[in-house]
């Protein structure tokens, strides 16, 4: 079965590389409209443009997810320019590999901002908008393998992430009744353009012969559960906080 969102609208946050990047052009791609949002405008531009000529529909829009002004306005916005929201994809987020007795403030503010209080800022005003128009409407929060274990010199980051899956129960929780399903996409260690040349170091390869296939995914390996979480065929998942990591965090 193709899984499929004509006819449905998007936000995807943290749009302008990366997972971000890739999971607006899948929605695309699968017939939704997308908003994609980010600081980076100059980077959204190229990505609407992208979709655009493949056939798609896409809106550029600046957010600051650690802002809760900027969230409650890019939200606005994305509706005034595409229409209701039926699906957020929560993707914005930050980290810093440091030992737990090297991590300073400025480097836990800068993780919790974005992917806690970002997080639930966004899946907030995306929710208060779905309760408003009476329209269900799919969640998907980016966490991560690390928020189901512990990763070595990424304490903060592990924190912050467990905190996203709590979140996502909570909502679940609470959403539930008017439709809104909300769910937790986990990825393990992926291949982007920010990573990639790591991979290719020795303490990349070394990290590499530690998991369980020996291999690190790519971001074309998330499409489908990404569809699923996304799409109406989900209607039965809610809260769950469903790990694609190639067997890491057994």
């Known amino acids: 079965m193709e899984l499929r969102l004509e006819g449905k609208t998007a936000l995807v946050t943290g749009a302008s590389s990366g997972l971000g990047w890739r999971f607006a052009g899948t929605l695309a791609a699968a017939g939704a409209r997308v908003a994609l949002a980010a600081r980076r405008t100059e980077r959204l531009a190229a990505l609407a443009a992208?979709?655009?000529?493949?056939?798609?529909?896409?809106?550029?829009?600046?957010?600051?997810?650690?802002?809760v002004a900027s969230v409650r306005a890019g939200v606005a916005a994305a509706e005034a320019a595409l229409g209701p929201l039926d699906v957020l994809v929560n993707n914005s987020g930050v980290?810093?590999?440091?030992?737990a007795g090297e991590i300073e403030e400025a480097d836990y503010d800068f993780m919790m901002d974005t992917n806690?209080?970002?997080?639930?800022?966004?899946?907030?005003?995306?929710?208060?908008s779905m309760i408003a128009a009476k329209r269900p409407g799919r969640i998907v929060n980016i966490a991560s393998s690390a928020g189901l274990r512990v990763l070595?010199?990424?304490?903060?980051?592990?924190?912050?992430?467990?905190?996203?899956?709590?979140m996502t129960r909570a909502l679940a929780l609470?959403?539930?009744?008017?439709?809104?399903?909300?769910?937790?996409?986990?990825?393990?260690?992926?291949?982007?353009?920010?990573?990639?040349?790591?991979?290719?170091?020795?303490?990349?390869?070394?990290?590499?012969?530690?998991?369980?296939?020996?291999?690190?995914g790519q971001p074309a390996d998330l499409d489908g559960l990404l569809l699923?979480?996304?799409?109406?065929?989900?209607?039965?998942?809610?809260?769950?906080?469903?790990?694609?990591?190639d067997g890491l965090s057994l």
């Open 50 to 67: 992208e979709i655009e000529r493949a056939g798609g529909r896409a809106h550029a829009l600046a957010m600051d997810v650690t802002d």
């Open 95 to 99: 980290s810093v590999t440091k030992r």
């Open 116 to 128: 806690a209080k970002g997080a639930f800022f966004v899946a907030q005003a995306v929710g208060r």
């Open 152 to 166: 070595g010199q990424l304490s903060v980051y592990c924190m912050s992430k467990a905190a996203v899956i709590q």
């Open 174 to 216: 609470e959403w539930g009744r008017y439709g809104i399903n909300v769910n937790a996409l986990c990825p393990g260690y992926i291949e982007t353009e920010m990573n990639r040349d790591y991979w290719q170091t020795d303490g990349g390869r070394k990290l590499v012969a530690t998991l369980p296939r020996r291999r690190v």
């Open 228 to 245: 699923l979480l996304a799409s109406e065929q989900s209607g039965f998942v809610n809260g769950a906080a469903i790990a694609a990591d």
